[in-house]
């Protein structure tokens, strides 16, 4: 069996954390092996002082299933929102209005957009910005 790391002090540093036992005490000791793997969440059980595998908890594997699965329900949720707002009674309007700016209005109007966003981060969306707004600000 080829190893996987040439010298322990080559494994990756997230196995420094986990307690770790040898495939011989993992024979001879599951319930000890166990209790560990309940009270720390996980272990790292090595072969010939190489890492084998690692053993996690129920509350655990599940903590990682969930993790890597989307939340399909909120996405959807999301693109719904997203299309009805693109597909609202002003929409066209408003993208015309907003392609009809000026680059000035056009960047107040993202910058407000951004402002009142949770995260600067979140890309501004133009159907979210009132021109009439920008044309407003621009006079006063």
Request: proline residues 7%.
């Amino acid at each position: 069996m080829p190893r996987i790391f040439d010298r322990i002090e080559d494994r990756p540093r997230q196995f420094d954390d986990l307690p770790s036992v040898s495939t011989t005490e993992l024979a001879g000791a599951i319930q000890k092996v166990t209790g560990a793997v309940v009270s720390a969440g996980a272990v790292l059980v090595t072969k010939h002082d190489q890492p084998a595998m690692v053993l996690v908890s129920v509350d655990r594997y599940l903590q990682l299933t969930r993790a890597a699965e989307p939340d399909l329900t909120a996405l959807t949720r999301r693109f719904d929102d997203m299309v009805e707002r693109m597909q609202g009674a002003d929409a066209e309007r408003r993208m015309a209005e907003a392609f009809a700016m000026s680059p000035a209005e056009l960047g107040a109007a993202a910058q407000r957009a951004a402002r009142g966003s949770p995260s600067a981060a979140t890309p501004v969306n133009p159907l979210a910005v009132n021109p009439q707004d920008v044309v407003r600000d621009a006079s006063e």
